[in-house]
C-alpha cells in the first residue's frame, strides 16, 4: 500500500481502482492453466470446451 501512495504522490495522480479481475485479464490462458491443474490435483477430470459465441 505505501508503494502505491508513493508512487500517487510522486506522479501526482488520482487513484484508480482497477476492478477485482484486473490482474485475471491481464494473462487469462495463465490463469486457466492455473486452475485447470488446481482442479486436477484436486483429483478432478478437466476437460476445456471454447463456448458458443453466437447467442
Not at 510522486?10 to 490462458?29: A, C, H, I, S, T
Not at 490435483?41 to 458458443?52: A, D, K, M, W, Y
Request: net charge positive.
Amino acid at each position: 500500500m505505501l508503494v502505491m501512495i508513493y508512487h500517487m504522490l510522486k506522479d501526482q495522480v488520482d487513484y484508480r481502482e482497477l476492478g477485482p479481475d484486473y490482474l485475471d485479464q491481464l494473462q487469462p490462458q495463465r490463469l486457466t492453466r492455473y486452475l485447470v491443474k488446481r482442479l486436477e490435483s484436486l483429483g478432478h477430470r478437466v476437460i476445456l470446451e471454447p463456448r458458443n459465441q453466437a447467442a
